[in-house]
Structures are given as C-alpha cells and as structure tokens.
C-alpha cells in the first residue's frame, strides 16, 4: 500500500553510503524510503522523532531514478504487436526480464498492425504498477499507422493509414479504445493531422511525431497543436537541412508554445544514431533528450531470425535488419547499454546521462513528481548502479526486485 | 592536555590560543568527545550539551562526526540544547536553524531524536515555548557543557548589545548589524531575513556548568578582546563568562589580534 495513514506505521529504510541523484547533480546522501515512497528523514527526526528501522548500506554506489523507456516493442521472443491470446503474460516476461536493464516504467510498444490487432492485444495491456513482478506498465505506445509511406522503414506498407477522411474517428475506427494508450507517434504533414494532435492531447495521450517527411514548419505547427515528443530522432524523417531543417529542427525552433521544449527520443545503441549526431543533438538540447531502447523481441535473445509486427527480422551480433534487406529493424541494446554509451559518446556528466533515461521520460508524460526522481514523496523506484553504471540491484516501490547474481550472499 | 594543571585551572577562565581554525576545531571536538566519555554517560545518566550554528562551530561539528563514525563517541546518551532559531522561518527552510543542525551534525549520529531540543520559531506561543525551554533545560538536570560562539558585536547567541546579563530564553528583535550580516544567506535580499529570533539568555547559559566560547578569524577580534580585556557589561554580552567558574575561549590566532601581547603570554603560559 502508498501512502495513506497504514504508511506511517510501515518500517522506515535508510540507505546509506551511497551517492543520490537529486536536484540535477550526485551527492553523498542517504536515501530514506517508507511505504514504497521517498521519505523526508529530517521531517521524520523533527515532527515524528523516529530513526530508521533498517539501514542497507549500498558499498558506496550510484542510487539513480529508475529507468524509463518509452518505446519497446518487445523483448526476449516476445512481440507485443503480435494478436495472440497470450500477450498478457508475454508483457509481463518482458517487464520482469528488463528489470535488469535498471528499467522499472515502461510503454509496451505496438508498431503498424491491422485494426484487428490493435482490437485484440490493446485490451490486454492494462497500465499496471511495477512491484517484483516486474517494471511498471505506464501505457501502450502507439507507433503508426498513421505515417509517411516513404519513411515507414521497417513498418510494413500494407497497413500503413491515413485520417483524411474521418479525422479522430478514422483514429478510433482503427484502435479501439484508447484507455490503455499513452503514446502515438504520427506523421503530421498527414492531412487533418491538426484536429487528431488536439483530440488526442485532450485525452491526455502524448502525442509525437515520427516516421515523416513533415518540414520544419508542419512540425512546428504540430506542436503548437499539442505534440511534445519526437520519435527517434534522425531516423525515419527528413535529414536535416540548412534552409529547412525539418522536425530535428524543432529542436532549436523559436516558434514553440511559450514555456515547452520538445522531448526527443534517441536510440543511443551505436548504431541507429551516429555519435557525432547524437552530440549534436545532446548540445543543442540537452534538457529534451529521451533515451529509448525501441528494442524488438530479439533483444536479450541470440542471433538469428526472429518475428517483429507483420514481418521478419534478421539478428547480427549487435544490430538487427528487416530480413534480407539493410534497413535497420529496431535496437536490441538494452536500456543500461544505451545509457552507458550515451556517457561514453557524448562526454556528458553522469547525473545528465541517468537524466536521460529517467527524468526526462517522466517530464514527457507529466508523471516527474511520482518517476524519474528521488525526490521526497515520490515513488521509490530506483536503480543501484556502481560507477561504470552498470546495474547491481533493481528497486521497485523501495523492495528489492532484481540483484546481480554476484550482489546475491 | 595536562591532568594536572587541568585540575588547578578548574575555577579560572582559559584562553586556549591553536594556529588556526582547523587546529582549534580539532581541540574543542576533543575537548567535547572527552567530556562525554569521561561522564560514562548512560540510560539513567545523560550528558546534556549545548550547542550553537553558525560558520564557527562547522569544523568543530565536522570532527565530532569523524570521531562518531570511528566508533570512538556515541550520542546515544547525550541530550542537546540549541541556542536560538530565527522566528517565522519555516523548520524545512535552508537557513533554519533545524536545517543547519540535520545536515551539519544530526543526520551524521546517532542522537535519539527526542534528546535533540531547538527552538520553535513557529510556535502559537512564543513566551511559552521559551518558558517550555528553560523547563525542559531543567528537566534535564541542568548543562554540563554548554557551546557557544561569538557575533562581531560580542553577543552570544541572539543576546545583542544591550541585552541582560540575566536574561532567560525568550523573543529577541535582531540587531541590524545582524539583519545585514545574515543578508548574504537569504540572496542578499533584505526582505527575506528573519527580524527576530528565539534566543537562551546570557542567564541560561551562565546556569550551566561549563561553557566553552569558540572564536575564530580576525574578524571577531575586536569582539574577543572587548569580552576578555574590558569589563563586564551588556554591549558585549559574552563578557558575562568572565564570572563564570568554568569556562574556556577557544581561539585560532587571528582571533587574537586585539589583545595585548601581555594577556596572550598569561593565558599560554597557564596552557
């Protein structure tokens, strides 16, 4: 239970000799938890004059917000696009599985499917509290139909669509209920896109632009419409261009609603975005980098051939391929991976790097006063990580939920 | 520190002069960290502390924590006191005296929260959180040791110029010189210093046992030197120690460039 007057009587943990991310930078601190929330350890000395109950001492470690990735189309042979009675528990592996990646929220990730599919599987992804069973569920994130034939890339052409005609109902038609939806990623320079980005928007669906040929001036149009997020930057859309720098252009523009900036996913796996683009990127505009995996079910399987929406794909090593072609075909560098050669590529400080992959997600889907920080009274989702950042221990709610086997006594 | 001429200076003021802030820091933790160990303080038997804020006592504190975490002092047993704490602060506010001690020194022990007694600058009442104070102080058996600091204008605690020699914990305005001294904490903005304060009297503290008086830079000189070598009276509060039958100043050497070479030889020569 959270919250609420049971919490008061909960056991109070103290972990200590470690360093916490809080208020942008990494300090020496203890971090305190109580009833699965962040605990404010003076306000406990002064009014409830209480210690801790339990200290944990955590060896003098990185306690980091958990991770949050918001675009994950599967994992582990699991496809989340695929219409099976089973994608319940096929979720569910997924969101045990990563929780040794660090990732405690994520957004199941649905590519281009036929009406069917997005009838039968969305009733079946409930947003869902993350415990030992597993990473949190925020919402289903929708990537397409509704996007640019000619920058569909891996999504296949048959089930491509277009909301000319009905506009939001055309969205309706094609989904089904929207109530598990979080995300939908959409072309915008697709005609009536503007009525959909504000029906969307009003029900509180982030809506991000993505797989496109939209100009810097549809783009900004579209967010003054109510898109904030743009999915993974450089690929599927426009290069960017001096005399018009299409949607990467968003992330320098001056015509944005006073007050917001753009989120933008990256893929910082080393291959989908070349490092000198992904600085380029980060220094332009550091606060609105959102590191996501768009992982395919390949990921934490071998190589070979795998099945992803309605085609298949080829694994390599660390890349995969729409089977028989060089058109990449997602990641399969898991969330930790991507944060570390995030750090690596673009020199950023750590505290940015964990930023990316925590705070900033939860910025983008409004959630940043419960996820993506240590901050007190929000929930205590987070990760232990020693200095190379690589993941020792998994925390969900404040109660352990994953361990590195040598972490274990 | 000799036993010996400890127990022969056991009823005269000391003036104990180290190098420099770090060195004079040092003395007094261990000063504290041996009173209390020599006390055997225990469950039926508390060691009551006061303790002061401000820049001065940082080091002091950081070294108490040291000697906490080598295992070689617990403050399981020990009560403490604060001096003061501004009024209409908010407690979770940065500058509030209930900040500075969680992050400077209570977050670092093992003080069981309910011996750790501040002012509250929010009380409904603010005479009767004062009285409540002085009864709690009581409560206790009385200060075995009480620590302290000194302002430019000689005042201990918030007793400023002109306050009673006698006084007891109770509603202060704060001086000016203090209002602008404390500016640089609250973004330089006048508006947001607090104007009055809780404060012990300079009669609290006379009450207790002992009382030690840090001092430190060449900017409390003047003020040491008023204390020490002019006469009691109430434009420099902490000159009131003088009468008192324990108590030691604790300077670095720059604190001590007011004073005559003649009263610096005196005091090191009984050190």
Not at chain 1, 300 to 307: E, I, K, S
Request: aromatic content about 8%; charged content about 20%; overall charge negative.
């Amino acid at each position: 239970m959270r919250g609420g007057q049971g919490a008061v009587r909960a056991p109070v943990l103290q972990f200590t000799n470690c360093r916490i991310l809080r208020g942008r930078a990494l300090l020496w601190e203890d971090l305190w938890v109580r009833g699965g929330r962040i605990l404010d350890p003076e306000k406990l000395f002064f009014e409830e004059r209480r210690v801790a109950d339990e200290q944990r001492d955590c060896g003098g470690c990185i306690l980091a917000p958990g991770f949050i990735d918001v675009q994950i189309n599967g994992g582990f042979g699991v496809d989340f696009s695929q219409a099976t009675e089973g994608v319940g528990s096929g979720v569910a592996l997924v969101a045990r599985r990563i929780l040794s990646h660090g990732v405690t929220s994520f957004c199941p990730t649905l590519v281009t499917s036929p009406p069917e599919v997005y009838h039968k599987v969305l009733p079946q992804i409930p947003v869902k509290s993350g415990g030992p069973h597993g990473a949190g569920v925020l919402g289903v994130h929708l990537e397409g139909p509704f996007i640019s034939r000619e920058k569909r890339g891996a999504h296949p052409e048959a089930h491509l669509r277009s909301f000319e005609a009905n506009a939001f109902h055309d969205v309706l038609d094609t989904y089904g209920s929207l109530d598990n939806v979080r995300i939908v990623t959409l072309a915008p320079e697709l005609g009536r896109s503007h009525e959909v980005i504000q029906a969307l928007t009003a029900r509180g669906i982030c809506v991000s632009l993505g797989h496109s040929v939209a100009d810097l001036q549809a783009a900004e149009e579209a967010v003054q419409s109510g898109a904030t997020f743009i999915t993974h930057l450089f690929n599927a859309m426009l290069p960017f261009h001096h005399r018009d720098p299409g949607i990467v252009g968003l992330l320098t523009s001056d015509r944005l609603p006073r007050g917001r900036h753009i989120f933008y996913g990256m893929i910082a796996d080393g291959m989908h975005t070349n490092p000198a683009a992904l600085r380029i990127a980060h220094r332009a505009h550091p606060q609105g980098l959102v590191l996501v995996t768009d992982a395919v079910p390949a990921l934490g399987l071998g190589n070979g051939r795998h099945t992803l929406g309605q085609q298949e794909v080829e694994v390599d090593g660390l890349t995969a391929y729409v089977a028989g072609t060089q058109t990449l075909s997602g990641s399969i560098a898991p969330m930790d991976v991507c944060v570390r050669h995030f750090l690596q590529a673009t020199g950023c400080s750590v505290e940015s790097a964990l930023e990316a992959a925590s705070l900033h997600p939860a910025q983008l889907l409004g959630l940043e006063k419960r996820k993506g920080t240590l901050d007190f009274g929000a929930d205590a989702d987070f990760v232990v990580l020693d200095d190379s950042l690589h993941v020792r221990a998994t925390y969900i709610s404040g109660e352990l939920v994953w361990q590195a086997e040598e972490a274990r006594q | 520190m000799n036993c010996l001429s400890w127990k022969l200076c056991v009823t005269i003021m000391r003036l104990v002069i180290l190098d420099n802030y770090d060195l004079a820091s040092e003395w007094a933790a261990k000063y504290i960290c041996n009173r209390i160990i020599q006390f055997k303080p225990g469950q039926d038997r508390y060691f009551t502390l006061g303790l002061p804020t401000g820049s001065t006592p940082l080091g002091c504190y950081k070294k108490l924590i040291e000697y906490h975490k080598n295992g070689d002092l617990s403050f399981k047993y020990v009560k403490t006191f604060n001096m003061d704490e501004y009024v209409g602060l908010p407690r979770n506010h940065p500058e509030s005296y209930h900040s500075y001690m969680w992050n400077n020194f209570f977050k670092h022990i093992d003080i069981d929260p309910n011996n750790a007694h501040i002012l509250d600058g929010n009380a409904a009442d603010l005479q009767a959180e004062c009285d409540a104070f002085e009864k709690k102080i009581k409560e206790a058996g009385g200060i075995d040791l009480f620590v302290g600091g000194i302002g430019p204008d000689g005042h201990i605690a918030f007793n400023e110029p002109g306050s009673s020699l006698v006084s007891r914990t109770r509603l202060k305005t704060l001086a000016m010189d203090t209002i602008l001294a404390n500016a640089k904490y609250f973004d330089g903005d006048l508006s947001k210093v607090p104007t009055m304060a809780l404060t012990v009297g300079v009669g609290t503290v006379m009450d207790a046992r002992e009382v030690m008086i840090l001092i430190t830079g060449a900017h409390k000189a003047f003020a040491l030197y008023k204390a020490i070598e002019e006469g009691v009276n109430h434009m420099w509060t902490v000159s009131a120690f003088q009468q008192h039958p324990r108590t030691i100043f604790v300077c670095d050497e720059d604190a001590t460039l007011e004073l005559r070479v003649k009263t610096v030889k005196y005091f090191k020569g009984e050190h």
